[in-house]
């Protein structure tokens, strides 16, 4: 049973520049949520994808977009690269319909350094 | 939105030593998780428990949700227990998705 999956594993890029990162989901979940975790601190949610839409979103400007595939994959896309993006990047799935046992299982995370 | 309070902050036992740490959060909840998070990076569920006892191995966890709060055990402790522990509870405008707390460092030394 194939867990959740990011790529790349890591990542270096430039202030301004804009950057891709991947999610395949946990088999036979249809839900992906996004989070970034600074150094030192607790994930932070940004988005959830279901059914390719957002669905819920935490407090994350226009810079961070997403995208989710009918085969439940994700993408996050960061436009205009600042310092501050320099985080580590979560991904995790979770099956629909789950609420209030909605148990989301996290994949091993991108590391992002925005130079 | 909902607050999330762990201590202690950071912890260092011997191997084979017993903890507890806590979680404390603000507002009722009908979900809460605790994660373990490896040197590596990796968030490994440990528990979903919004109330009561659930025991594991060596680990167990209570949640008082009408206190609001929840405890997580650690007996015998191992130097692969070594991590950030974290509580994560939903936050109403985010669907069941999670506000993290800001973690327990544990150190096990052989």
């Known amino acids: 049973d194939a867990g959740v999956t990011q790529s790349p594993t890591h990542l270096i890029k430039t202030r301004g520049q804009q950057v891709t990162l991947r999610c395949s989901p946990k088999?036979?979940?249809?839900?992906v949520s996004w989070y970034q975790q600074a150094l030192g601190q607790g994930p932070q949610f940004i988005f959830q994808y279901y059914e390719e839409e957002e669905r819920q979103r935490g407090n994350f400007p226009d810079r961070f977009s997403g995208h989710q595939f009918p085969n439940y994959s994700s993408e996050l896309n960061v436009n205009a690269l600042l310092l501050g993006d320099s985080a580590l990047y979560l991904c995790?799935?979770?099956?629909?319909?789950?609420?209030?046992?909605?148990?989301?299982?996290f994949g091993p995370g991108t590391r992002l350094t925005v130079l | 939105g909902i607050q999330v309070e762990q201590s202690p902050p950071d912890l260092i036992l011997q191997e084979g030593a017993n903890s507890t740490l806590r979680c404390n959060f603000s507002?009722?909840?009908?979900?809460l998780q605790w994660f373990h998070q490896n040197p590596w990076g990796q968030l490994i569920n440990l528990f979903y428990?919004?109330?009561g006892t659930k025991q594991n191995g060596r680990l167990s966890a209570t949640t008082v949700a009408t206190e609001r709060y929840s405890l997580l055990y650690i007996s015998s402790s191992q130097t692969t227990d070594s991590g950030v522990y974290f509580c994560a509870v939903p936050h109403f405008n985010y669907g069941q998705n999670f506000v993290f707390g800001p973690g327990t460092r544990l150190s096990v030394l052989p």
């Open positions: 995790a799935s979770s099956l629909s319909g789950t609420s209030g046992s909605g148990t989301q299982y």
């Open positions: 428990i919004p109330s």
């Open positions: 088999s036979g979940h249809d839900t």
């Open positions: 507002d009722s909840v009908n979900n």
